[in-house]
């Protein structure tokens, strides 16, 4: 199993970036996929996450700014994120559980300042 996520970097407060995780190796379609953030210091903490039947959930501090998503055909999950604060730099990772056995990715950063 193999877990791309891309699409961090800087951006202003108030901005918006999308991430997407690419996987290989499973049977997509039929697995919930999550995202994860660990800012410096900190614990990894769960983010957003999507079903197999596209049903999401969200983390108190980001509800209302981000949306998960994905396309089963590209084998991809996106998360959109908008209205960037600082509190919002971390280090985002994609994570998926296969009988019993966690994956991630490798990261991606993102890093919210003026």
């Known amino acids: 199993v193999q877990l791309q996520a891309s699409g961090g970097g800087l951006v202003q407060p108030g901005g918006s970036l999308r991430l997407s995780c690419a996987a290989r190796?499973?049977?997509?379609?039929?697995?919930?996929i999550h995202w994860y953030r660990q800012a410096r210091g900190n614990q990894r903490d769960l983010v957003a996450t999507?079903?197999?039947?596209?049903?999401?959930n969200y983390a108190d501090f980001v509800k209302g700014r981000f949306t998960i998503s994905r396309d089963n055909v590209k084998r991809t999950v996106f998360l959109q994120m908008n209205s960037l604060e600082p509190e919002d730099t971390a280090v985002y990772y994609c994570?998926?559980?296969?009988?019993?056995?966690?994956?991630w990715g490798q990261g991606t950063l993102v890093t919210v300042s003026s």
């Open positions: 994570h998926v559980v296969l009988r019993g056995v966690a994956f």
């Open positions: 190796g499973l049977n997509f379609g039929l697995n919930t």
């Open positions: 999507i079903s197999s039947r596209h049903d999401t």
